[in-house]
């Protein structure tokens, strides 16, 4: 069973029941208060009406009842009988007919209460009332009064047919408008229905439900789909980028590892050719094979360390004082480079929240990739500002620079440019320092101009000296 008829059901079993019920205390009113009117009215004629002269009558109506019977365009029926019983007296509209009186009736009229009862006589519907009094002859006698009531009951039917017919039109009218009510309520739904299967056989998240209507629950339901609809388009962007990068990633490394160890496998099968080489070739062999290792050597480790930052996307973090590093870092770039002077600037008493070991290996990277893409004799430079609640770390160089077409992809896994792509580096420093950065919570970025040197910028959250 649809939700759709659920609702429908439901709306109409609820009217139906108020329809019914409104319908049956109507009727019941209706017909107490039409028999009450004609209770009444034989109550206010013939309330009052205790004895009754019979003597000398020969059918005629006694004189405490000629005078209603005679004033009434509907003479009522009258009947009068001893409690044994007997009939006294009878009106001559009532014919071979007798006004039955209960075994109810009788004990109560005995008792001295008035007794009404409803009768049908001829197939006609009458009221009687029927009330102790006494006559000359008796001293206790049974006067029954009783009127058509044929014109109220027929009213009442009428008015019961009414109530079924018009309880039927609206019973129906109530299913039929619940069920076009229930498709345009549940429209959102039926739309978010077809959305999700269009999705699922699209695989397109770019998808939304067109949702115009009340901000209701429905409405609420519609926003929340769409919402997660975004993030499922966020989530299968990122996954699809994640895969292209790990399919690049992949090939790339493959590439990079295939060049040294196929060098080496090469001088190995030299090593060993008959006759064997001299010394001098022997030395050379050795001596490539040697930087081919070193080269791998790089290699493994730096994508270890891409391996490391992909799978802890956070590094621990703590107060870190500036100028220390800045030394220490400048210390080792000048010792291990002497062709080149790096400039180490004072940075004060100013502390970043970051990981030591983390930031000394990306500013190593930095300085690295200054010396190698710079002429010998100049000049890299390593300095430390304040920005609002940040600490930047600037590390510049006044070679070359970069062009503008690189610029975009220097951080890249295994990305270099044109004019560098034949020299000693892997393309993996840059991407390793924007992946440690990243996992401090800081961000790392480029300027560059031909031939005015690049300058790249690290920001990390500050910290206090006094730490």
């Not at 009842?65 to 029926?77: G, M």
Request: negative net charge; proline residues 5%.
């Amino acid at each position: 069973m649809t939700i759709r008829l659920k609702l429908t059901l439901i709306y109409t079993m609820i009217l139906t029941l108020v329809v019914i019920v409104f319908s049956l205390l109507l009727y019941s009113f209706q017909s107490q208060t039409t028999l009450n009117i004609v209770t009444s009215r034989l109550e206010h004629d013939y309330g009052r009406i205790t004895t009754v002269d019979l003597s000398g009558r020969d059918g005629e109506p006694p004189p405490a009842l000629a005078e209603i019977t005679t004033n009434n365009f509907s003479p009522p029926l009258v009947q009068i009988r001893s409690q044994d019983e007997t009939i006294i007296y009878q009106s001559d509209n009532l014919g071979d007919v007798v006004l039955p009186l209960s075994d109810a009736g009788a004990q109560a009229v005995a008792q001295g209460q008035v007794w009404f009862e409803r009768v049908t006589l001829d197939d006609e519907w009458f009221l009687i009332r029927s009330q102790l009094g006494a006559t000359e002859e008796t001293a206790t006698a049974i006067v029954q009064v009783a009127e058509s009531v044929s014109d109220e009951i027929a009213y009442l039917r009428e008015l019961r047919n009414m109530l079924v017919i018009g309880d039927a039109i609206v019973i129906f009218l109530a299913f039929g408008l619940g069920w076009t009510y229930a498709r345009w309520t549940l429209r959102p739904i039926q739309q978010i229905m077809q959305t999700a299967q269009t999705v699922g056989e699209e695989q397109d998240f770019s998808r939304r439900v067109n949702h115009i209507g009340p901000d209701d629950e429905i409405g609420q339901l519609a926003k929340t789909f769409n919402a997660m609809l975004a993030q499922l388009q966020d989530a299968y962007v990122t996954v699809e980028q994640s895969l292209q990068a790990q399919r690049r990633f992949v090939a790339d490394a493959s590439h990079e590892l295939r060049t040294p160890l196929t060098t080496i496998r090469g001088n190995m099968e030299l090593l060993q050719h008959q006759p064997a080489l001299d010394a001098e070739e022997r030395t050379d062999i050795l001596a490539d094979t040697i930087g081919e290792t070193d080269r791998l050597t790089r290699l493994v480790s730096e994508l270890l360390t891409l391996a490391r930052t992909d799978t802890q996307q956070t590094l621990p973090t703590g107060p870190l004082p500036v100028q220390p590093l800045l030394e220490d870092v400048c210390r080792q770039a000048q010792h291990w480079n002497t062709r080149h002077t790096i400039l180490c600037q004072p940075a004060g008493e100013l502390a970043v929240m970051g990981n030591a070991d983390a930031l000394k290996q990306i500013l190593l990277i930095l300085l690295d990739n200054a010396v190698k893409h710079t002429p010998q004799e100049s000049t890299a430079t390593v300095s430390a500002a304040t920005n609002d609640d940040a600490v930047v770390i600037r590390v510049q160089d006044n070679g070359p620079g970069i062009d503008p077409a690189v610029l975009p992809h220097i951080f890249e896994r295994f990305y270099r440019g044109d004019a560098v792509r034949t020299g000693p580096g892997t393309g993996l420093g840059l991407a390793i320092a924007k992946e440690l950065i990243t996992a401090q919570d800081g961000t790392v970025t480029v300027e560059s101009a031909l031939g005015k040197g690049s300058l790249f910028t690290l920001s990390l959250p500050s910290a206090s000296p006094s730490l």
